[in-house]
């Protein structure tokens, strides 16, 4: 489902904030020497900052310089040591060759603070969201109903739809369902509500590397206890790449064919590889199940199904399916790769996501979720229902005059989200207004193609952020993603759990923020 105030994408490369950011320049016998200039430190905005009292949780800027060297040159090595590393786009093989052109992935030097009790409020959502997003998943006309007039306007939409038409036509069921879901929130500043951005149920990303980030942050507490008085032990533990590596292979045990492989379905060039390599790995030395990464293209020329409905691709039988691609137009420069699609979806394989949890994680179906009653068709238990209406931020259809006319009086209050993963795609601030405005004299069909969402506004805190071994002091937001997966065969529910979480911190003058988008990092909690 959507994003909102912005969806904090991680990005492989920090923009350039050289014009808002205090650079931290080592000694020059430091190997992370930066020759820029240090410029003002970003003033944020004096409402949106918590009170700043002298210690490094509550502002790491105040930092003694040559204890600040010494973190980030420890936090450097860590992460070179331990695999928390992304292709450098600067080396065009570094997506293609593993183990060529590694650096350190984008990271915030020291935890973000986070509530304990909203915390525990975004664990206890996951299960509730993993049973209503199976479902939905299940009720096809509520999807082709909810989604035809988008389909109408976008054209990635509706071949997603023609496919989910296909699968209703033949009569297709998956018994077995797996899904790898991460939800994100916001923490709203003026309310203090956990509020849900998005439901994301295809292509999580940073299942591997975000456990690493909450192991780094801990060691560098732990190691530099007294200087910073903080306690790792506020650090949560996280589990993400190892609890989805036993889920996956308590899917490939029920697809019950020992010879079976799992495929990764992954992009021509990912630079972020090992964030999907820690995952197999684990899946590997944990479970001993075997993965390959084939791209749509590949799949199209190597894939077939047997007579028995058997996924073969390049002469191996594939058991499970997990999709790191295919969420995006960009994924489909051609028809070979919707064929590819096309022939996975027929195929007895276990997919991560099917086409229907695909189109159950869709902005327009959120919003639909949102309305009065319509929870009430998918889920029983009134406690649950109101622990997810309670995460709900305002959302609304371009068709509710209402909602269209209070956007356009204010807009800086909206953000305007069409049906795209991936980060960079959100309409914020003056653009709401001249959007809605020129949908309304064109009076085309576009709107469908968009919702409306409240923005929500988290509070903006001092952080140290690290990229390219270059330390900035800025001002920031975060988003929290939780982990969750679930797994049932038939009417037996295998798995339905929390599996561990993705912070992503991002400058608060961004409005996106994805860290493989270009305009976050990877981050961690420190609970208070």
Excluded at 19 to 32: D, I, M, Q, W
Excluded at 111 to 137: G, K, M, Y
Excluded at 142 to 168: C, E
Excluded at 245 to 254: F, I
Aim: charged share 20%; hydrophobic share 35%; glycine share 6%.
């Amino acid at each position: 489902m959507g994003a909102s105030s912005s969806s904090l994408s991680l990005s492989l490369t920090l923009p350039n904030h050289h014009h808002s950011s205090t650079l931290f320049h080592p000694k020059p016998t430091s190997n992370f020497i930066t020759n820029h200039k240090s410029l003002p430190l970003n003033s944020p905005p004096k409402s949106s900052i918590h009170a700043i009292k002298h210690n490094p949780m509550s502002n790491p800027h105040t930092i003694d310089s040559e204890l600040l060297q010494k973190l980030v040159l420890d936090a450097l090595v860590w992460t070179s040591l331990h695999g928390l590393v992304v292709g450098d786009r600067n080396l065009e093989r570094s997506g293609s060759v593993p183990g060529v052109g590694m650096v350190h992935a984008p990271i915030a030097l020291l935890p973000n603070s986070f509530p304990e009790a909203q915390w525990n409020q975004a664990c206890e959502l996951a299960p509730i969201f993993n049973e209503l997003v199976d479902r939905v998943s299940l009720d096809g006309k509520f999807l082709q109903d909810t989604l035809s007039r988008t389909k109408k306007v976008d054209a990635f939409t509706s071949r997603l739809l023609d496919i989910h038409s296909r699968m209703l036509q033949i009569g297709k069921k998956e018994d077995i369902r797996l899904g790898l879901h991460r939800s994100d929130y916001m923490l709203d500043e003026k309310t203090n509500l956990l509020l849900q951005i998005e439901l994301n149920t295809i292509s999580c990303s940073f299942s591997g590397l975000s456990c690493l980030v909450s192991d780094l942050h801990r060691s560098l507490l732990s190691h530099y206890k007294k200087p910073l008085g903080l306690d790792s032990q506020k650090v949560p533990i996280n589990t993400s790449a190892s609890k989805f590596a036993d889920v996956l292979a308590k899917a490939w045990t029920e697809y019950n064919d020992l010879s079976a492989v799992v495929l990764v379905v992954v992009q021509p060039g990912e630079r972020n590889m090992y964030d999907q390599h820690w995952l197999t790995a684990t899946l590997k030395e944990r479970h001993n199940v075997t993965s390959i990464r084939k791209t749509l293209a590949e799949i199209n020329a190597q894939g077939k199904i047997l007579s028995d409905g058997t996924l073969q691709v390049d002469s191996e039988s594939i058991a499970v399916i997990y999709f790191r691609a295919g969420y995006a137009p960009i994924d489909y420069p051609s028809e070979s790769e919707w064929k590819a699609r096309i022939l996975m979806e027929e195929s007895s394989a276990i997919k991560c996501p099917s086409i229907s949890y695909h189109l159950t994680g869709t902005k327009k179906v959120q919003q639909e979720l949102a309305k009065p009653n319509v929870l009430e068709r998918f889920l029983e238990n009134k406690e649950h229902i109101a622990k997810l209406r309670e995460c709900f931020a305002g959302l609304w259809s371009l068709d509710d005059e209402d909602a269209v006319k209070n956007a356009i009086q204010q807009p800086e209050a909206h953000v305007m989200k069409p049906q795209r993963e991936g980060g960079g795609n959100n309409i914020y601030g003056e653009d709401v207004k001249e959007t809605l405005l020129r949908l309304q004299k064109e009076g085309s069909e576009e709107e469908a193609a968009y919702i409306l969402m409240q923005r929500i506004f988290p509070a903006v805190f001092p952080t140290v952020l690290v990229r390219d071994g270059i330390c900035y002091k800025e001002h920031a937001v975060s988003e929290l993603g939780i982990f969750s997966a679930y797994l049932r065969n038939k009417e037996t529910v295998i798995s339905n759990e929390q599996c561990g979480y993705l912070m992503r911190t991002k400058v608060s003058s961004s409005n996106e923020g994805g860290v493989a988008a270009g305009f976050a990092v990877l981050d961690s909690l420190y609970l208070t």
